[in-house]
């Protein structure tokens, strides 16, 4: 397996030459979270998040480079120590492996023209068409939190666009992600933006993405999960985050 | 029928206390489907025969004009006419500024157009056929009584032209409702739309869509027995003694 060495952070680049503590398993294909550069190094908001963490708990850290497929099975056989790769914490993944608290959650939102709504409270959006993805958590919400609205649904993401844009629905609620990089990105969205709250609430929308460890690294996995509430506190995260996404990507508490 | 059991505690192959939980998705989809093609039918039929009858007469300059037109909705799948009609015009800045917009922007509106266009076309034909075959002997007699031209189109060609026509119109009736289902494509919520919903929120296929399938072969049921009975009276001069 290719591993890769990546610059360790500042603080430690004095005492670089003792061993690793962690071994991080990274992925790098999966922008703007993990990215592989040119020359082959892996960055994102992934590997910035791994080193503030590693940083805060006072360990070295060393990123290995691992493909999607291999990455549970490479945790398991102690290829390595951790899983940051902005994988979703799901109950199939949890019989295999433990997570640590969330470390972000693409949050839901909602999408409108610019200035259509001051602000996304139930009231406001009162006898709004909105338009969502048949069959998706977004659906499940709308339906739950919002039933003043005229709900619309759609088989694709793109066909929303579409009748975003010819007027025919007038707010989509969808995950940020998607929308920043699938529509508000494109020219198609200019004059579209988001507004009001980033929902990530865990009944409708699960439980974000979490750093994965051995079941039996109990203790590893509370550091992680202390670590993040750190970082979060200092403004590090908000730091890092900013560099990436110009919306809150960790989602409600 | 035990398989269809409500008990979901073993690996029975029906969820179908899912499907009786969203029921009511379904009776709303029954409704807009029912309205949809109902209206559709009879603003179809109101185009078509006119047409028919200008197609059967060779009536000139509106004949060819019509033929276009069968054959423009005839020679397209109903789906892209849908398509067309929804994405297509949705994106020309002058059709959001006109007037029409209030009903174009309605995806029920639409599917409407679409489909009374569609069930037209197709009327237009059986129309003009059932006309165009109308025996020599009754507009002889007809005119032999003294009828003039439109009494004799009004009293003796048009009733005996629909009577003929049934079968084939009942047909059309079948077809137009089945073909209502891909409504659903424009986030219309007709019996097939809540199929969907149940596929993409469970993953639950089969109860979906054979929730659907049932629901479309009874109304067609329906269909079918109405025109049996409407042949029966209409076309009794011509059973079989």
Redesign the interface.
Same mark, same amino acid.
């Given at each position: 397996m290719k591993k890769l060495m990546l610059a360790a952070v500042a603080s430690l680049t004095a005492t670089a030459a003792v061993a690793q503590d962690l071994e991080i398993c990274v992925e790098g294909a999966y922008p703007p979270f993990s990215e592989t550069t040119a020359a082959g190094e892996v960055v994102g908001f992934d590997i910035d998040i791994a080193n503030a963490l590693c940083n805060e708990m006072g360990m070295s850290c060393e990123m290995v480079k691992t493909d999607w497929d291999g990455i549970i099975p490479a945790l398991l056989e102690d290829k390595c120590d951790a899983i940051i790769a902005s994988m979703s914490i799901t109950e199939e993944r949890r019989q295999v492996i433990d997570f640590s608290e969330k470390y972000y959650q693409t949050p839901a939102v909602f999408v409108a023209a610019d200035g259509a709504y001051a602000d996304s409270a139930a009231e406001t959006l009162s006898g709004a068409v909105v *338009?969502v993805q048949?069959?998706?958590i977004h659906?499940?919400f709308m339906e739950g939190e919002y039933p003043d609205v005229e709900l619309? @649904?759609?088989?694709t993401q793109d066909?929303a666009y @579409?009748?975003l844009t010819? *007027?025919?629905v007038d707010v989509l609620m969808a995950d940020s992600e998607a929308m920043a990089s699938g529509f508000l990105a494109t020219e198609a969205g200019e004059g579209y933006s988001m507004f009001g709250e980033a929902f990530a609430i865990p009944e409708y929308h699960g439980d974000g993405a979490g750093i994965g460890v051995r079941q039996e690294d109990t203790e590893l996995r509370d550091d992680f999960s202390a670590a993040i509430t750190a970082i979060r506190a200092s403004g590090e995260y908000d730091a890092i985050a900013a560099n990436y996404f110009d919306y809150n990507i960790y989602g409600s508490d | 029928m035990i398989w269809l059991s409500v008990d979901t505690s073993g690996a029975l192959p029906m969820r179908v206390d899912l499907v009786w939980e969203n029921i009511d998705l379904f009776v709303e989809g029954v409704w807009l489907t029912v309205q949809l093609t109902g209206l559709a039918l009879i603003i179809g039929f109101c185009i078509a025969l006119p047409f028919g009858i200008a197609r059967a007469r060779n009536v000139r300059y509106l004949s060819p004009a019509i033929r276009t037109y069968v054959y423009a909705f005839r020679g397209t799948p109903l789906l892209i006419q849908l398509f067309l009609i929804y994405y297509g015009l949705g994106q020309f800045e002058a059709v959001r500024d006109s007037i029409f917009w209030a009903y174009l922007r309605s995806p029920w509106w639409c599917a409407l157009l679409a489909f009374s266009l569609n069930s037209g076309a197709y009327a237009t034909e059986i129309i003009r056929g059932a006309v165009a075959t109308t025996p020599k002997g009754q507009i002889e007699a007809a005119m032999a009584l003294g009828l003039r031209k439109w009494q004799v189109y009004a009293l003796v060609v048009i009733p005996s032209a629909l009577r003929r026509a049934l079968p084939q119109y009942g047909n059309e009736v079948v077809f137009m409702l089945h073909g209502s289902s891909i409504a659903s494509i424009i986030t219309i919520q007709d019996i097939l739309g809540a199929g969907r919903t149940l596929n993409a929120r469970y993953y639950l296929a089969y109860e979906g869509f054979l929730t659907a399938a049932i629901l479309y072969m009874a109304i067609t049921l329906a269909c079918v027995l109405a025109f049996r009975g409407l042949e029966r009276h209409y076309l009794r001069h011509l059973a079989p003694r």
């Amino acid at each position: 397996m290719k591993k890769l060495m990546l610059a360790a952070v500042a603080s430690l680049t004095a005492t670089a030459a003792v061993a690793q503590d962690l071994e991080i398993c990274v992925e790098g294909a999966y922008p703007p979270f993990s990215e592989t550069t040119a020359a082959g190094e892996v960055v994102g908001f992934d590997i910035d998040i791994a080193n503030a963490l590693c940083n805060e708990m006072g360990m070295s850290c060393e990123m290995v480079k691992t493909d999607w497929d291999g990455i549970i099975p490479a945790l398991l056989e102690d290829k390595c120590d951790a899983i940051i790769a902005s994988m979703s914490i799901t109950e199939e993944r949890r019989q295999v492996i433990d997570f640590s608290e969330k470390y972000y959650q693409t949050p839901a939102v909602f999408v409108a023209a610019d200035g259509a709504y001051a602000d996304s409270a139930a009231e406001t959006l009162s006898g709004a068409v909105v *338009g969502v993805q048949r069959g998706t958590i977004h659906q499940d919400f709308m339906e739950g939190e919002y039933p003043d609205v005229e709900l619309r @649904l759609y088989g694709t993401q793109d066909e929303a666009y @579409l009748d975003l844009t010819a *007027g025919r629905v007038d707010v989509l609620m969808a995950d940020s992600e998607a929308m920043a990089s699938g529509f508000l990105a494109t020219e198609a969205g200019e004059g579209y933006s988001m507004f009001g709250e980033a929902f990530a609430i865990p009944e409708y929308h699960g439980d974000g993405a979490g750093i994965g460890v051995r079941q039996e690294d109990t203790e590893l996995r509370d550091d992680f999960s202390a670590a993040i509430t750190a970082i979060r506190a200092s403004g590090e995260y908000d730091a890092i985050a900013a560099n990436y996404f110009d919306y809150n990507i960790y989602g409600s508490d | 029928m035990i398989w269809l059991s409500v008990d979901t505690s073993g690996a029975l192959p029906m969820r179908v206390d899912l499907v009786w939980e969203n029921i009511d998705l379904f009776v709303e989809g029954v409704w807009l489907t029912v309205q949809l093609t109902g209206l559709a039918l009879i603003i179809g039929f109101c185009i078509a025969l006119p047409f028919g009858i200008a197609r059967a007469r060779n009536v000139r300059y509106l004949s060819p004009a019509i033929r276009t037109y069968v054959y423009a909705f005839r020679g397209t799948p109903l789906l892209i006419q849908l398509f067309l009609i929804y994405y297509g015009l949705g994106q020309f800045e002058a059709v959001r500024d006109s007037i029409f917009w209030a009903y174009l922007r309605s995806p029920w509106w639409c599917a409407l157009l679409a489909f009374s266009l569609n069930s037209g076309a197709y009327a237009t034909e059986i129309i003009r056929g059932a006309v165009a075959t109308t025996p020599k002997g009754q507009i002889e007699a007809a005119m032999a009584l003294g009828l003039r031209k439109w009494q004799v189109y009004a009293l003796v060609v048009i009733p005996s032209a629909l009577r003929r026509a049934l079968p084939q119109y009942g047909n059309e009736v079948v077809f137009m409702l089945h073909g209502s289902s891909i409504a659903s494509i424009i986030t219309i919520q007709d019996i097939l739309g809540a199929g969907r919903t149940l596929n993409a929120r469970y993953y639950l296929a089969y109860e979906g869509f054979l929730t659907a399938a049932i629901l479309y072969m009874a109304i067609t049921l329906a269909c079918v027995l109405a025109f049996r009975g409407l042949e029966r009276h209409y076309l009794r001069h011509l059973a079989p003694r």
